[in-house]
DNA sequence: GTCTATAAAAGGATAGAC
DNA sequence: GTCTATCCTTTTATAGAC
């Protein structure tokens, strides 16, 4: 995969000096047609078409569809732990750290490359479990397990009284989605803007003030 | 469609004596076919096969793969309007009602048959956009809207404090959705047995009483 | 490694007999 | 209406030249 022949050194040095060209337009290409059409609608003739190369150069650098799909969404998945929760180690207040994770969240997972993402990650969890396994690990989980232990903090300075953190957590993104995500993954709903987006994430915010203000939870 | 031929009697009994036997098998097959392995996987020759008969006969019920898949799917969205929101009219309390709702939603929405359904609208919401506007009439915008002309009698009764009656049911829904609903469409768990299901919905209805008994929202 | 050409199979849809 | 046999297109994957 890596091995430079030597019988091309002007060949051999236009791959080097950007690593490998023609494996990165198969990639661009390829994200590009799986995340548009999905595995089942998109061929390798489309995407050999939307990479400017040959199918046969496909099956140089992949050993099938199955193979390119997988290393494509495989991809996009860790590039969900990029933009996480950001940090509140400041002295900021919880409803005010709650509401900058609220706008990030929706923003991102409201986001078409997002829901494009978990679209196909639905469809094909039949046939490619270990895909949605690391969707969810990069994606939800991650974001979960984040907020989970800045709430458990929180918590033990007494600020709120919850039970089990991850369920805590858990309950926050799931208001966050609300009905919108829904109508998102089916593509009922065509758009929020930022306006519409700080309002819902208002209300949430305080919607969920107040469900984690009251007494301990029994869990 | 309906018209029996005169020239074989015998066979017009049959197909009378249960009412066209044939296509009932199609569409039972069909069923099964597609809501296993969605629109794409599925063959016109594999559908024959668990329906028993050939290919030319569906052609003969139905135009092709498309008026097929449609009428099979929208016939499912259909039977979603049946197991809806029961209806809260007793004296009971609303905490009992929301409890009640909590169990029967969790209990429909995760099952099996429900979440195929939900995935398979969610990969063909391309191609097949009305599809997912008939899943969301007649399931999550019916039992929203079932749920809030509730909320908002109990507004009015001073019970609770909410804003928009349609953005407070949707809340309550998509905090019942959960991380739990997303996992399943993903595949990710297995199951929910009632006991676990319980513990859940008393979590939510816990969780949703508060964030309902505060202030009134600025909507 | 990369391309053109081709194999081999599957799938949607149709023809024609009964 | 129903079946068997067939057409035609598309698709994955490979062969062979350079």
């Not at 180690?89 to 997002?114: G, H, M, P």
């Given at each position: ?9 002007i ?14 337009d198969i ?53 969900l732990?990029?933009?996480a ?17 609220a706008?990030a ?23 490619f479990?270990e895909l ?8 939800p ?12 903090t929180?918590r ?7 039970g ?6 858990e309950?926050f ?19 929020m ?7 819902y994430?208002r209300?949430?915010v305080?919607s ?7 007494a301990?939870?029994a869990?």
């Amino acid at each position: 995969m890596d091995s430079r022949s030597e019988t091309h050194p002007i060949i051999a040095d236009a791959q080097a000096s950007n690593g490998s060209t023609k494996r990165q337009d198969i990639i661009a290409g390829a994200t590009d047609v799986f995340l548009r059409l999905g595995y089942g609608a998109a061929s390798m003739e489309g995407i050999a078409q939307a990479a400017g190369v040959s199918k046969q150069t496909i099956y140089a650098h992949f050993d099938g569809k199955d193979a390119l799909f997988e290393a494509i969404i495989h991809e996009k998945c860790d590039e969900l732990r990029i933009p996480a929760v950001p940090s509140g180690d400041t002295d900021e207040s919880l409803e005010t750290v709650l509401f900058r994770i609220a706008q990030a969240f929706l923003k991102s997972v409201l986001s078409r490359k997002n829901v494009r993402l978990f679209r196909i990650i639905v469809s094909e969890c039949g046939r490619f479990p270990e895909l949605a396994d690391a969707f969810y690990r990069s994606g939800p989980r991650s974001a979960v397990a984040q907020l989970a232990r800045y709430l458990e903090t929180a918590r033990d300075a007494g600020e709120i009284a919850i039970g089990d953190p991850v369920q805590a957590a858990e309950l926050f993104f799931a208001m966050l989605r609300g009905d919108i995500y829904m109508r998102r993954l089916m593509g009922i709903d065509t758009d929020m803007d930022e306006a519409e987006a700080a309002n819902y994430a208002r209300f949430v915010v305080d919607s969920y003030m107040r469900a984690v203000a009251g007494a301990t939870l029994a869990v």
